[in-house]
Every structure is written in structure tokens, then in C-alpha cells.
């Protein structure tokens, strides 16, 4: 009987998502360096499980903080102790929550009626789906082409774009770390506006009349499924742009421009986020 308890909480939380009820986002601002060394203390000590949002940097730079409902007084404690300020910014993470889940599954019962939105997070399947059907749609452009898989046997698809000849080359990936789902979102809208605006757009033609394009929407796989299916805090990041009223930060994360077989890195991209899962094969 034992036995039979122990595999039905384990089942339970294996297949169970993860829920924030209670948890709070604080707004804090280090006055001093000192203040600055508390918090790093306060990171570092796993007990608290908090998760910072925006990145501890210096003093008088403000940090957000998540913090699980059963520390929020413990860690209030901590900074009142120390004389740090901070503010309420999300009085109930899982009421937001639940409102973008609500949102999701509204556009989700709008799409199997209608075209693909773009204004919405998706699952990796229908990620995948979109993709083949630019290619189905653009067939003159638009190719898929398999590089390997990740860690858990996940295909890992690209998107070549091309007008044909041999050409120099732009390597676009996104999806890298697990939680910033809006990368493979914009991958996405860009992956279509490529296709869509190709003959129309003199940008887009020039571009590609000169250069081919290739796109990897989903870098992490396995990170992006755990994160969709078991924790959907990612969704944090998209209220947070909300709450913050702040411009949402370049997404591609790496562009590469191959050039006689050498690749120059234009720009790399380190966001916050997670890197859940393991690194593709």
C-alpha cells in the first residue's frame, strides 16, 4: 500500500505542472555595495528558492525578484534586517497566470479554426508544423533541413531560405535558453515575414537574391517542452514586459554571416533566462 502511495505522488509530480500561488515579484534596490553583497548572500542560499528576473548588477540598480510564497517572510526579514528597500511588485504570481493561460487557450481554439497566430506561445509540435507548412506554401524559397537531434531524441529543424546559386549564407537561431519563450515566437514571425514579403519587400528580395538564410527556431528543445509542460513561468517574462511598459529585447540570440567557410559573429545575445536540458548533439 506503501508502495502504491509513493508512485502516485511521484507520477503526480512528475506530470504535474508547477504553481506559484501565493509567490510574489519585490521590486528591490540595493543602496550600497554592501546591500549589493547581502543579496548575492540571499541568492546564493538555495533554502530561499527565490529567482531573479533582472539580473543583480550594482547599487541603485533596481531588481525583481520571485519569491515562493513559503519564504516571503523569511526573505522580507532578511532585507528589512539589512535595510534594503523593496516594493510589492506581483501580489499573486499565479492569478497572472492564470490569466495568460486563459489568453493561450483562447487563441489556441481560435487557430484550429482559422490561420496560424503569431500572437501566441505554442507547443514544439505546433512550432514544427508551421514550419512545414512554409515550406509546403513557399516551395520555391523555403526548405527544411535536419541538422541532428538534442539530448532527449528531439529533431532539431531548420529553415533554409533561398533563391538557389551558391551563396554566402546568414545562420539565425533562437530558442536557446528554456524559459524565453517569445524568441521562438519572433523566430517564427520572422520566418514568415522572410517568406511573405520576398518579392514585394525590396529589402527582403535584395537580401536574399544575395544570400541565402538559414534559421533555427527552437536551439533548445528539450528545455522549451519541460518548460511548456511542467513551468510556466516563463510567462512571467511576457507580463513583466506588460507591467514595465519596457521595448522587449533583441530575441535572435546569435547571427553568424559565413563568408568562404568562416564565420563572423555579428552579435551575441546572453538574456536571462535558463538553459533547461541539455546542449543539442
Known amino acids: 500500500m506503501k508502495s502504491i ?14 504553481t506559484f500561488v501565493g509567490d510574489q515579484v519585490l521590486e528591490i534596490t540595493p543602496r550600497n555595495e554592501e546591500q549589493v553583497k547581502n543579496l548575492r548572500q540571499l541568492e ?13 548588477t550594482t547599487a541603485g540598480e533596481k531588481v525583481h525578484v520571485r519569491i515562493p510564497f513559503s519564504r516571503l517572510q523569511a526573505v522580507k526579514i532578511f532585507l528589512e534586517s539589512h535595510g534594503i528597500p523593496y516594493s510589492i511588485m506581483i501580489e499573486d504570481v499565479q492569478v497572472l497566470l492564470d490569466k495568460e493561460n486563459e489568453e493561450m487557450r483562447f487563441h489556441q481554439r481560435r487557430e484550429r479554426s482559422g490561420t496560424f497566430n503569431f500572437g501566441t506561445y505554442h507547443t514544439l509540435e505546433e512550432i514544427f508544423q508551421e514550419m512545414d507548412n512554409l515550406a509546403e506554401q513557399y516551395p520555391d524559397l523555403v526548405s527544411q533541413l535536419q541538422i541532428g537531434y538534442s539530448f532527449e531524441k528531439r529533431p532539431m529543424n531548420v529553415l533554409k531560405f533561398s533563391t538557389g546559386g551558391n551563396k554566402s549564407a546568414i545562420w539565425l537561431d533562437a530558442g536557446i535558453h528554456a524559459r524565453e519563450w517569445v524568441t521562438q515566437a519572433t523566430a517564427l ?18 537580401l536574399l537574391d544575395t544570400m ?15 518548460s511548456y509542460t511542467k513551468n510556466h513561468s516563463v510567462m512571467l517574462t511576457r507580463i513583466l514586459v506588460q507591467l514595465l511598459r519596457v521595448p522587449i529585447p533583441a530575441l535572435l540570440s546569435n547571427l553568424w554571416i559565413w563568408k568562404n567557410g568562416e564565420g563572423l559573429l555579428f552579435e551575441p545575445q546572453g538574456p536571462s533566462g535558463y538553459w533547461c536540458g541539455c546542449l543539442a548533439e
Not at 11 to 18: M, P, T
Not at 189 to 195: F, G, M
Not at 212 to 226: A, C, E, K, R, S
Request: glycine share 6%.
Open 5 to 18: 502511495l509513493f508512485f502516485g505522488v511521484l507520477i503526480g509530480y512528475i506530470f504535474c505542472q508547477e
Open 44 to 56: 546564493t542560499e538555495a533554502h530561499f528558492q527565490i529567482d531573479f528576473w533582472r539580473p543583480l
Open 189 to 206: 514571425w520572422t520566418a514568415n515575414q522572410i517568406a511573405s514579403d520576398y518579392g514585394k519587400d525590396p529589402s527582403i528580395t535584395a
Open 212 to 226: 541565402d538564410i538559414f534559421l533555427l527556431p527552437v536551439t533548445n528543445p528539450d528545455g522549451y517542452v519541460f
